[in-house]
């Protein structure tokens, strides 16, 4: 796909603040960090605030987008959601394996997941990151494994993909 140079440094710096400063929301951080000393866990809420931030996240994006001139927008194909985990990441050399296939699966069924909070910590522990690291390597797109992963218009093809599994969790609760 692309990269999208031209995207505002302010939307950068909240994506990366959001991750790199967690229980920090003085600094920009996510206000649940999501892995306290001693936990074995993620903490109580940070699933939702992780489907939740990234939801706010990608409405910001579209009204960047939608605000620019047709000419300088990043193509609508390359931002458009995956409905699925792409096949060509379904390999092992790109980390696939039984476990996130499994992981996978139980995504078509939302109605396994009690809350919006587990499913979030389900999805952003486990197959968020492959997701991000598999896309980096297949499309040789480094910055995907980066807290600047949104230059990449490959980032919103994912977080549309999370987005639609919290959207068909809504659905079914």
Do not use: C
Not at 87 to 113: C, M, N, V, Y
């Amino acid at each position: 796909m692309a990269i999208i140079n031209n995207i505002p440094d302010a939307l950068v710096m909240e994506h990366m603040n959001w991750h790199d400063f967690p229980g920090q929301p003085n600094k920009g951080g996510r206000k649940i960090n999501p892995w306290p000393p001693g936990a074995i866990t993620p903490a109580a809420g940070s699933g939702e605030e992780f489907l939740k931030f990234h939801r706010s996240f990608l409405d910001k994006f579209s009204k960047w987008v939608d605000s620019l001139p047709a000419n300088e927008r990043p193509s609508a194909s390359a931002l458009k959601p995956w409905k699925a985990v792409p096949a060509t990441l379904k390999q092992s050399r790109f980390g696939w394996d039984l476990q996130i296939a499994r992981d996978t699966a139980r995504l078509l069924h939302p109605e396994t997941f009690a809350t919006l909070d587990e499913l979030g910590a389900f999805i952003e522990w486990g197959i968020h990151g492959f997701l991000h690291g598999a896309s980096a390597a297949r499309w040789d797109e480094p910055v995907l494994n980066s807290m600047e992963s949104l230059r990449s218009t490959y980032f919103y093809q994912i977080h549309g993909l999370v987005d639609s599994w919290r959207a068909k969790w809504v659905k079914a609760h």
